[in-house]
Structures are given as C-alpha cells and as structure tokens.
C-alpha cells in the first residue's frame, strides 16, 4: 500500500519543532532575567505566563490553517471542469521479476501436514543464537541479546545514563550541600529540563545529517556525548564557582542526546523486525545505572560523610533521623567514580565504533529503498493484470452480444422467407 504524502508535510513539521524551541529559549531567558533581577513583579509574571500560552496553542493554529487549505484545494478540485489525465507506465519485468527459487539442494526443509499442505521448519531460536547475520539485517530477540555489539552498547549506556541520572536525581541536595540558594535549585531544575529536550532534538538531527552526508558514525557521536559528560561531573566534584548552573546544562543536554542515538543505534545494527523488544531492553540501562552509581556510590558515600560531620559535632543520630552533609566532600568523592565510570563507558563505545566503522560506512538506506521501490511495482503490475482482465471481459461480452445480434437476424430473415413462399400461388 502506497503512503499519500502531503507535498507540504516537511513543512509542517519543521514549524512544530520551530514553536517547540522558541518555547524552550524563551523559558530559558525567563530564568535567566528572573535569576539577575532576582524576582518578578505580579505583571511581570503574567506576561511571561502570556508568553508561555501563547507559544503553547500556536500549533494548533497551524493546524487549523492547514486543513483549511486542504479544504480549500479540495473544493477547487471539484469545482475545476478541465479533464483529468492519468499516465500508465508499463514496468520493466526484467528488472521487477522475483529472484529464482534456490535449488533443491539447499532448499530449506519442509514438513507435511495432513491435508498435504507443506509448512517450512524453522530452526530453534537457541540453535541460531550465537550465529547472527549481517550488522542492518533483521536479528533474532536472541541473536541480538547475545551478541558482542549489544553488550558493548549496554554496557556503555549503563556508564553514561548511569552517571547523568545521579545528578539529576540528587542536584537539589547537591545545590544546598554546596551552599546554593533555595531559588537556585529551582533554576537547576529547569536547566536540566529544557537543555534535556534540545539534547534529544540536536543529537537526532545532527547525527543523521553528519551520517547522511559524511558517513559519520553515530556510535562516535554517542562516544563524544559521553566525554562532554564528564565536563559537568567534574563541575560537581571540584565546586568550581557557579559551576552547577553550566552543569545543571552539560548533563541535562548529555543525559537527553543519550536516549535517540541508543535507539538509533539498535535500530540500525540489528533490524526494525524485534525494535520494540529490544527498545525496551535499551531503555534498562538506565535503572540498571541509576541504581549502582547513585545508591550504592552516590547514597553511600553521601550518608558515610553525613556521619562523619554529625560525629565531629559530637551529635548522635537519632532513629528516623534524616543525614544532613554540607560542604564539596559530600559529593566528591562520588562524582569523581561516576567520572571514571563514564571514561570507561568512552573506552567502551569507542571499541564499538571501531567495530561498526565498515558498516557506517555503507548505505544503510539502501535495503529500504530497494523494498519500497519492489511495493511500488508490484502494485504497478496488479494494476495493470486487473485493467488487462477488465479489458478482456468487456471485449468478451461485447462479441457475445454481436454473435446473438446475428443469430436473431438470421432466423427472422428465414420466417420472413418462409411465409413468403406460404402466401405464392
């Protein structure tokens, strides 16, 4: 079946992502001006909620001129008497014909059913487990599980997401244990958001520009995402004066540009037949590093250093008692491991890229359009058996009618000779 496409749908688009990342500028120029004059004013709010609204519905006010347009050309399509003309080419068999069926001797075994009908035995999904096809074909759920590229970009995925979630999930307690005001953790907050969203958007676009164009591996691009996280963990562990507003930026953008190359990337290596599945498989290694670097590295360490300070003011901690730790140390030593961490998820997703540099630099769009331009022209030739059939039928019918015609006209010339002859002397 083919896709009707819009001729503006590119449009359209572009003017939804446009809106998307005004509203995120604008939001962040609202904090940034609420920050230096430290609070706005009751009028000062309601324009920025303005702002924020109005940017809010204004698609739906693109959506509303695009169908009217449809409406539009639709009505004058109608209204339009001139004649329609519609161009059939005739497909070129040579080149749209099926392959031949393999020999026999290769011909994968077949079981019989009762009714003689013959049904293809499949192999074991646990026998072909270990013995994957090519990188871009469509892998098995266990072919893909088991093999070296996906334990190579789980791997790395647990280091990278592992280490941004920490310092989301703790930049409040990491802003008051570093003396920051309570308004600024706020601002924290928002940075990580809006800078999460323009992550997703600019890794997305500009891996598969520079893919598209210069064979860029988006493996390399998701090795590069992780080395600038390192930037912001440093940031936190050395308290470098305003550091966690930059940081706040650097892992909110690294943690968001993470998640399109990860999907990206599965989707690429091992086929869009079982995405879904292995999706979901992807998208663990963010608890999975969530739990190791932020309870057992980060909680762990924290709580240790918040005894320690209760013990040199000679407090003891009561039951229920919540660990309070002030200064760079409570931190430190945590970020400083979620830094090694995430070096080693580089080293890791650098093997990858190494691994992959061969297949990146093929067409990975070539399968695609070959199987769309094979829709096409199967659909060309049923359409041309179905107007050939029609052709045929219609000429069937018109020489039986033509053969009763003459039949007809020849018994009534007969009747009419015969009484004739009747009415002679």
Request: charged content about 20%; aromatic content about 12%; glycine content about 8%.
């Amino acid at each position: 079946m083919k896709v009707v496409r819009q001729p503006n749908e590119v449009k359209v688009f572009y003017k939804f992502l446009y809106i998307s990342l005004g509203l995120a500028t604008f939001l962040m120029i609202m904090i940034v001006i609420e920050k230096h004059f430290n609070n706005f004013t009751r009028p000062e709010y309601g324009l920025s909620a303005a702002g924020v609204l109005f940017l809010l519905f204004l698609p739906i006010a693109i959506v509303l001129i695009e169908e009217y347009k449809q409406w539009a050309q639709k009505r004058e399509a109608l209204n339009d008497p001139s004649p329609i003309e519609i161009t059939m080419e005739k497909p070129n068999l040579e080149t749209s014909l099926p392959p031949p069926p393999p020999p026999l001797e290769t011909a994968p075994p077949t079981a019989v059913l009762n009714g003689g009908e013959q049904l293809e035995k499949q192999p074991s999904c646990w026998r072909t487990a270990f013995r994957p096809p090519h990188r871009g074909e469509d892998y098995t759920i266990l072919q893909a599980l088991f093999s070296i590229d996906m334990f190579i970009l789980f791997l790395a995925s647990i280091c990278g997401l592992g280490g941004t979630l920490t310092a989301i999930d703790n930049l409040g307690q990491i802003g008051k244990s570093l003396g920051y005001q309570k308004q600024s953790t706020s601002t924290f907050v928002s940075l990580v958001s809006i800078w999460n969203y323009l992550g997703r958007v600019v890794a997305g676009f500009v891996s598969e520009i520079l893919l598209t164009r210069y064979k860029f591996p988006r493996t390399l691009v998701l090795t590069i995402i992780l080395l600038i996280s390192c930037a912001g963990h440093l940031l936190i562990a050395f308290d470098v004066p305003n550091g966690l507003y930059f940081a706040s930026i650097i892992i909110g953008f690294c943690f968001g540009a993470q998640w399109p190359l990860l999907f990206a990337i599965i989707s690429e290596i091992f086929g869009l037949k079982y995405y879904s599945t292995l999706y979901n498989f992807g998208s663990v290694a963010s608890p999975i590093g969530g739990y190791l670097l932020n309870v057992r590295v980060a909680g762990h360490l924290y709580d240790k250093e918040a005894k320690k300070q209760l013990a040199a003011l000679g407090h003891v901690r009561q039951p229920g008692q919540d660990l309070e730790c002030t200064g760079v140390k409570c931190y430190q030593l945590s970020f400083l491991i979620i830094t090694f961490a995430t070096l080693f998820g580089v080293f890791v997703s650098f093997i990858l890229v190494l691994r992959t540099r061969k297949f990146y630099r093929s067409d990975l769009y070539k399968k695609f359009r070959e199987e769309a331009k094979a829709a096409e022209t199967e659909m060309a030739l049923n359409n041309g058996t179905t107007t050939t059939t029609a052709t045929t039928t219609e000429g069937k019918e018109h020489l039986h009618a033509e053969t009763r015609e003459n039949v007809r006209g020849a018994f009534d010339e007969k009747w009419r000779v015969m009484g004739a002859e009747r009415i002679q002397p």
